[in-house]
């Protein structure tokens, strides 16, 4: 079973609904991220997480939100989704400062 | 703050030939360096890591990186590439005082028979 799960692992929505993907991990690690990664951009930070009750923006976190429910469980949510965040957005995870474990990545396709 | 540039996001050699990615960084306190691999239609997979030991780190697939304090560059080799090299790579800076993982914007690496 893979350490960090992403769901869904598609989406194809319309401007203006609410979505949220879901991550997942095994490792009983502290620190989770939320990066979305665009064609010659590179991954870039949304939102990061130290523990359950630090939730701290990224580089572009406008139009995004975040929960952290439990220390193995950190969602992002487009509140009104646009076109312009149709991306591969990836979720991982680590121990302290350590290297980052990442998910398959979510597709997601704004219309 | 951190960042960092990889140069040339796009670079193709021969199978068998020498691979050299380049990556630079900028770091206000001594940096973890990280290389990481992307293959298509695939999360990221980490190749390898420099956390202030040796200066030499040897990763996976017969890759490995070099830090240079003195050049800020923490660039990526290996002898003889394979035709399944051909992915994107990815550097990335996170300074230990523990922020998050910053990314450079990749350099796709193809390789040719």
């Excluded at chain 2, 703050?1 to 020498?18: D, M, R």
């Excluded at chain 2, 035709?83 to 350099?107: N, R």
Aim: glycine content about 8%; proline content about 4%; aromatic content about 12%.
């Amino acid at each position: 079973d893979a350490d960090v799960t992403q769901t869904p692992r598609n989406r194809i929505t319309k401007t203006g609904k609410r979505i949220m993907l879901e991550c997942s991990q095994t490792k009983g690690h502290d620190r989770m991220y939320w990066y979305r990664q665009d064609p010659g951009l590179g991954l870039r930070l949304i939102y990061y997480s130290f523990d359950v009750k630090d939730i701290n923006k990224g580089e572009i976190s406008d139009g995004y939100s975040v929960s952290r429910q439990a220390q193995a469980k950190f969602s992002l949510s487009l509140e009104s989704a646009i076109p312009n965040q149709t991306a591969l957005y990836f979720c991982a995870s680590s121990r302290g400062s350590y290297e980052q474990f990442f998910g398959p990545g979510t597709r997601l396709t704004v219309l | 703050a951190q960042s960092v540039t990889q140069l040339g996001s796009h670079v193709s050699v021969s199978e068998g030939a020498l691979v050299l990615l380049r990556c630079n960084y900028s770091s206000s306190v001594p940096p973890y360096l990280f290389w990481y691999v992307q293959y298509p239609n695939q999360g990221l997979q980490l190749l390898l890591k420099y956390t202030s030991a040796a200066t030499l780190v040897k990763g996976i697939n017969g890759f490995e990186a070099e830090f240079k304090k003195s050049e800020t560059s923490f660039h990526l080799t290996k002898p003889s590439a394979h035709m399944s090299d051909a992915a994107e790579y990815f550097c990335a800076v996170s300074g230990q005082a523990g922020t998050a993982l910053i990314f450079g914007k990749g350099t796709t690496l193809s390789v040719s028979s």
